[in-house]
């Protein structure tokens, strides 16, 4: 059974920085895009951050010069590594694979369980 499994959420202070990861496990035969989202308590899903391989990231307005995202095809994991972090940068934030994998056709979207990241002022 596929599962994205997330790390490396927490509290921190305003200024300070975060990495997530994220890493697909059980059998995958290859993976596209990956990606980081985020959603507050009444708010819509929202991207952060967006890569697939040979391609340049995708970053939100609100995150661009502050955020990072990679991924390592051989780890099956997706980094987003957070600096200059602010109290609005707080959510629950979910990660995001199409993956090719046993008994489904083409690539297949799969969602982490989420991590919350918690920045006070």
């Known amino acids: 059974q596929v599962q994205l499994v997330e790390s490396g959420g927490g509290s921190v202070q305003a200024g300070g920085s975060l990495r997530l990861s994220c890493t697909a496990t059980g059998t995958v035969y290859s993976m596209d895009t990956m990606g980081w989202f985020r959603q507050g308590v009444g708010s819509k899903r929202e991207l952060v951050a967006e890569?697939?391989?040979?391609?340049?990231?995708t970053y939100a307005e609100t995150v661009k010069g502050r955020f990072t995202i990679s991924m390592d095809n051989s780890k099956r994991t997706v980094y987003l590594q957070m600096s200059s972090l602010k109290p609005e940068d707080t959510d629950v934030y979910y990660c995001?694979?199409?993956?090719?994998?046993?008994?489904?056709?083409?690539?297949?979207?799969?969602w982490g369980q989420g991590t919350q990241v918690t920045v006070s002022s």
């Open positions: 995001k694979a199409n993956l090719r994998v046993p008994g489904y056709s083409g690539y297949t979207a799969f």
């Open positions: 890569i697939a391989a040979s391609e340049i990231p």
